[in-house]
Nanobody, 123 residues
Framework: QVQLVESGGGLVQAGGSLSLSCAAS??????????MGWFRQAPGKEREFVAA????????DYADSVKGRFTISRNNAKNTMFLQMNSLKPEDTAVYYC??????????????WGQGTQVTVSS
């Protein structure tokens, strides 16, 4: 079992930056080979994939809407994953969820979800 806790959300003006963190517990990330990622859900919309990272950080994937603006990274020694969000737009407003799965190829169908953290971008 993996527990995921997000932090770092908040209110920011358009063009600004925020950094989200996800702390994992229950099993260490690298030893059990968990890939991780981020999803988001805007009001009235379905949850959508944002970014993913493999266990050894060798592979990353991004939604087209965030490419070039968001950067995903992880620190396995600290069981933590990050999402650096730059050049934020009002349409990035959503609840952001940390996710995990044993297999990188299946990260878009996550096995584990965090509770979410709110990101609000004002225009």
């Amino acid at each position: 079992q993996v527990q995921l806790v997000e932090s770092g959300g908040g209110l920011v003006q358009a063009g600004g930056s925020l950094s989200l963190s996800c702390a994992a517990s229950g099993r260490t990330l690298s030893s059990y080979d968990y890939s991780m990622g981020w999803f988001r859900q805007a009001p009235g919309k379905e949850r959508e994939f944002v970014a993913a990272i493999s266990t050894n950080s060798g592979s990353t994937d991004y939604a087209d809407s965030v490419k070039g603006r968001f950067t995903i990274s992880r620190n396995n020694a600290k069981n933590t994953m990050f999402l650096q969000m730059n050049s934020l737009k009002p349409e990035d407003t959503a609840v952001y969820y940390c996710v995990a799965h044993r297999f990188y190829g299946a990260i878009k169908s996550p096995a584990y979800w965090g509770q979410g953290t709110q990101v609000t971008v004002s225009s």
